[in-house]
């Protein structure tokens, strides 16, 4: 099938004086290029993944990289045979990724930027801890071969373990993320914390794929798009999930069906067919669980979507 489009994620801490009236001119901006995905705003700055076809994402990146405050975005870019998303979510929020660190600005000390490459002659070094930032269940669906991870259930919980970390002290510590926008608070979080050698891989696990063939990268990469989980290692790839259900060797990540519960876990086909895409027994016999379709992947409903129905609702309620 032809990949007509393509999957950008990117970020950028800049300072955005009216994140309100950003937001209104970005969300036009977007539409009128047939963009869907999600973005936040903040006056920290930008986070956002986004689809579209090639032209359309090829001039949403040329014109947010002449604007001065974004010239440095370095975006990560992956060819797609479909729309990335259902939908066109742009908001306003009080930092661009969700941690307990709202005193840290990355534009002013971070770990040090580590490219693909660099990263690649350094992670093995003797000296060297490769720290993953990431919540559970992207770990165990994949990580970098012989990487820290930490028992978190989300970014926040990050400063949480920093006394377990505190036997790295005297080594250099490289952390990794998706696309790297988490390492720029948790490595300046470990400077903070009388860390000495901290640096990040520039662009995270996704940018290592496309450089460098995503090489020992162990297992998938969950995403936050339609596909879930990403292909990163060409070079010698491994699976190291297993089965949330029996155990079996497996990389298949779902969402579970019942979408109180939506746990996000690796269940192989056999047992998702078995179950009917729910992660236990309680939950296929939940009253809400969705049909499931041997995915495991549930799109939003649509339920009427209008991507601009929230700058109308704000323009009449001005008027």
Not at 33 to 48: D, F, P, Q, S, T
Not at 206 to 219: L, N, P, R, S, V
Not at 255 to 281: F, Q, R, T, Y
Not at 287 to 298: A, H, L, N
Request: glycine share 6%; charged share 30%.
């Amino acid at each position: 099938m032809e990949k007509k489009y393509l999957i950008v994620l990117y970020y950028c801490y800049t300072p955005i004086e009216d994140p309100e009236a950003f937001r209104e001119q970005h969300h036009y901006f977007c539409h009128s290029l047939n963009l869907l995905g999600r973005i936040i705003v903040a006056k920290e700055g930008l986070n956002g993944t986004l689809s579209g076809l090639k032209e359309d994402c090829q001039k949403y990146m040329d014109t947010l990289k002449a604007d001065p405050r974004f010239a440095s975005i370095d975006f990560k870019v992956e060819e797609s045979a479909v729309h990335g998303f259902q939908k066109l979510h742009i908001r306003v929020k009080p930092e661009i990724v969700h941690s307990s660190l709202h005193h840290i600005d990355p534009t002013q000390q971070t770990g040090i930027h580590l490219e693909p490459k660099e990263f690649k002659e350094m992670k093995d070094q003797e000296d060297v801890v490769i720290l993953d930032v990431r919540s559970n269940y992207e770990h165990k669906v994949g990580k970098f071969k012989n990487a820290i991870t930490l028992d978190i259930e989300n970014f926040r919980d990050f400063p949480d373990k920093i006394k377990e970390l505190e036997k790295y002290k005297d080594k250099k510590v490289i952390t990794y993320c998706t696309g790297g926008i988490k390492c720029e608070k948790a490595s300046a979080y470990l400077l903070e914390q009388g860390f000495k050698d901290v640096y990040q891989l520039h662009g995270g696990i996704i940018k290592y794929g496309i450089e460098e063939q995503g090489e020992d990268f162990e297992g998938k990469c969950y995403v936050f798009d339609n596909r879930i989980i990403a292909d990163i290692n060409k070079v010698n790839p491994t699976v190291i999930a297993t089965c949330y259900v029996c155990g079996v060797v497996n990389d298949r990540m779902i969402n579970c069906a019942n979408p109180v519960c939506n746990l996000h876990v690796p269940i192989c086909e056999n047992c998702g067919w078995e179950k009917e895409g729910a992660c236990s027994d309680e939950c296929r016999r939940h009253p809400e669980k969705r049909p499931y379709d041997g995915t495991g992947y549930y799109a939003k409903e649509m339920n009427g979507y209008d991507p601009l129905k929230g700058i109308k609702r704000k323009k009449k309620a001005k008027s």
